[in-house]
């Protein structure tokens, strides 16, 4: 393997209220997953947020949502399939704007929450988010779930699809993220999440529950930017990688310099 991508998921407050740390998170992350305003985030945060990246030589990426402020976008909202592909192409226009306005540029899409869920579970869903990407800027990447349907969907629409596995998610013996609620879900050890990934980039698989390997490419490694240990997490993380001597570096669109 070359490098391997660390991202987060930021930019996800509202208004006042802040969620996570975004600056702690850009001094470790290679790639940022921007909030476009529906789940989470809104035009001062969105502008701050890619500015700040750009500092910091961090790549960014679009990461739509349901427009679910109550529910942080983690419930599933029943839309058609060519209302799911408007609503994501809108929020990447704005995220493309807020980018160009802070002087970066958006490399990638990456769905966020229960959109992404169904997204990765049904074809349907997963295409509508690929044919939005294509129709806005078919140059931008799709950051996807690895083994899940959103790898073929953008695939077979041309777009550069780069999988992902979750430092802080436990995953089924189908290989996809075990339902939040449900016993091993979550990965809320700093060190327990760095040695499963380490373990998994290693091996070239999703490491199941059960101790299954998954074969899969893997591009990219998120850890969520929202949770109480986030920072922890995604610096073990590193430095783990780094530690077993596999470089970092973002897999699209890394920022320029100002």
């Known amino acids: 393997m070359a490098s391997v991508d660390l991202n987060a998921d930021l930019g996800e407050g509202f208004g006042a209220y802040a969620c996570g740390d975004d600056a702690a998170m850009l001094d470790i992350v290679t790639s940022a997953n921007v909030a476009c305003g529906l789940h989470a985030g809104d035009p001062e945060i969105m502008a701050a947020t890619f500015r700040l990246a750009r500092e910091r030589g961090v790549a960014v990426g679009a990461h739509p949502g349901f427009p679910d402020l109550w529910g942080f976008g983690r419930r599933r909202i029943p839309f058609t399939a060519p209302e799911i592909e408007r609503l994501v192409a809108y929020q990447v226009g704005a995220a493309q704007a807020l980018a160009a306005y802070a002087g970066h540029r958006v490399a990638y899409v990456k769905a966020h929450g229960a959109l992404a869920n169904l ?16 129709a806005v800027d078919p140059d931008l990447a799709l950051l996807a779930i690895a ?3 959103q790898v073929p969907a953008g695939e077979a629409l041309g777009l550069a699809v780069h999988q992902e596995i979750f430092a802080d998610r436990g995953y089924t013996e189908g290989g996809q993220l075990i339902p939040r609620g449900e016993p091993g879900a979550l990965i809320t050890r700093a060190d327990e999440a760095a040695d499963r990934v380490l373990a998994m980039v290693e091996a070239g698989a999703i490491v199941t529950a059960g101790g299954a390997r998954l074969p899969t490419p893997i591009r990219s490694i998120c850890v969520h930017g929202d949770s109480a240990h986030a920072v922890a997490t995604a610096r073990a993380v590193r430095q783990r990688l780094d ?3 596999i470089r970092l570096a973002a897999f699209a669109g890394a920022a ?3």
């Open 256 to 258: 320029p310099r100002p």
């Open 147 to 149: 083994l899940s349907a």
């Open 119 to 134: 997204a990765a579970a049904e074809p349907a869903v997963a295409d509508a988010v690929a044919r939005a990407v294509r």
């Open 243 to 245: 530690g077993a001597g």
